[in-house]
């Protein structure tokens, strides 16, 4: 049951994503391209392509704490080897995964949040043009 909890909270925040970078842009083709610009991005501050380190780039530092996708790789890994305890010092030291599964439902929750919230604002400061 943990797994569609999470999975229902990753697709909240991609879902509310789309519809932010859709209120931006007016064409749908260019939505779709900046779109997979941002999960390419997010992705790779996610640690999907790079292991983020204390030694790694600015860039990529800033770009883990501000990527939904890091919080849910972390999230789901975490599940998986939910009653496996020597797998959770793996975490710390080879993913470098370590904020643990309530900071970032927290963390996912506030990102749909906030992306919710943009795109309601930015439609009600259209609509009134």
């Known amino acids: 049951m943990r797994y569609v909890g999470i999975d229902v909270l990753l697709a909240l925040v991609g879902i509310t994503l789309g519809f932010l970078v859709g209120t931006f842009i007016k064409k749908d083709t260019s939505a779709i391209l900046v779109l997979t610009a941002v999960i390419i991005t997010m992705g790779l501050g996610g640690g999907v392509f790079v292991k983020v380190t204390s030694e790694s780039n600015l860039f990529i530092k800033c770009i883990t704490w501000v990527s939904p996708m890091r919080y849910g790789n972390e999230m789901l890994l975490r599940t998986m080897v939910f009653d496996r305890d020597i797998m959770s ?5 080879l993913i470098g995964y370590s904020y643990g599964i309530p900071v970032c439902a927290m963390a996912l929750s506030t990102f749909a949040f906030v992306f ?14």
């Open 89 to 93: 010092p793996l975490f710390d030291y």
């Open 116 to 129: 919710f919230m943009l795109t309601y604002f930015i439609l009600l400061h259209r609509s009134m043009q």
